[in-house]
């Protein structure tokens, strides 16, 4: 079975400091897809970032980016010169099939002013 | 911008209630999920809908129905609410059928209080 592992319950980064995610997942599907999603205290999850398991190229959105290593079933997100709005519960998440998405069990951010 | 829109924020309801939570996307999307939220646990998938009165069970559907009677409206019931029902329902929704590849939009959460 698929699996979702997020092992940091929490990180705290400088404002304007450079923070990295930890995400690893379990899988024998050779094409999926991975996201990143936020959850601000307004509770609305958003998408920050996705990405094709058959492109080799890492996404990038912004101040966001992702390190997406394949073989080793790593797909880290690092957020350039955190803000204070980038303080939320991250949760990776990893779909493939049909309908199914399984989700991480979350990193809350914390960002220092 | 896709609104996906659930009917209440916070809800206290007492054991053996039945319990509906609503849920309304306005973007003609095809597939609707209800997902539980609990601290250390993740996204937990209760029911899924690709269609009009069509469902699937997820991972934790025991204790729950659902209902799609219209493609805009996904309704999730506590049969007989439970105390470790207790729990944060989030509501989503995605366009395509059968597609991973697609991004989901979520609802602000139903934070539900079984007393």
């Known amino acids: 079975a698929q699996t979702v592992t997020q092992s940091q319950p929490e990180m705290s980064v400088q404002e304007a400091e450079t923070v990295t995610l930890s995400c690893t997942y379990d899988?024998?599907?050779?094409?999926?897809?991975l996201f990143w999603y936020k959850q601000p205290p307004s509770r609305q999850m958003i998408l920050v970032i996705r990405?094709?398991?058959?492109?080799?190229q890492n996404a990038t959105e912004n101040r966001f980016s992702v390190n997406f290593q394949k073989a080793a079933k790593s797909f880290s997100l690092k957020i350039s010169d955190s803000q204070l709005g980038d303080a939320a519960m991250y949760f990776c998440?990893?779909?493939?099939?049909?309908?199914?998405?399984?989700f991480g069990t979350g990193t809350r951010l914390k960002v220092l002013a | 911008d896709v609104k996906v829109t659930q009917s209440s924020r916070y809800l206290v309801k007492r054991t053996g209630e039945k319990v509906f939570l609503e849920c309304v996307q306005d973007?003609?999307?095809?597939?609707m999920f209800w997902y539980r939220q609990d601290p250390g646990l993740g996204l937990r998938l209760i029911y899924f809908?690709?269609?009009?009165?069509?469902?699937e069970k997820g991972d934790i559907p025991e204790g729950y129905s659902v209902s799609r009677e219209k493609k805009e409206r996904f309704s999730l019931i506590l049969e007989s609410a439970s105390t470790n029902q207790t729990s944060m329902y989030l509501c989503?929704?995605?366009?395509?059928?059968?597609?991973?590849?697609?991004?989901?939009?979520f609802g602000s959460g139903t934070q539900l209080s079984v007393l």
């Open positions: 989503a929704s995605s366009q395509d059928n059968w597609a991973t590849s697609e991004k989901l939009f």
């Open positions: 899988t024998s599907e050779s094409d999926y897809y």
């Open positions: 990405q094709e398991a058959y492109k080799q």
């Open positions: 998440a990893y779909g493939t099939g049909t309908y199914k998405y399984i």
């Open positions: 973007m003609d999307h095809e597939n």
């Open positions: 809908s690709y269609d009009v009165k069509m469902k």
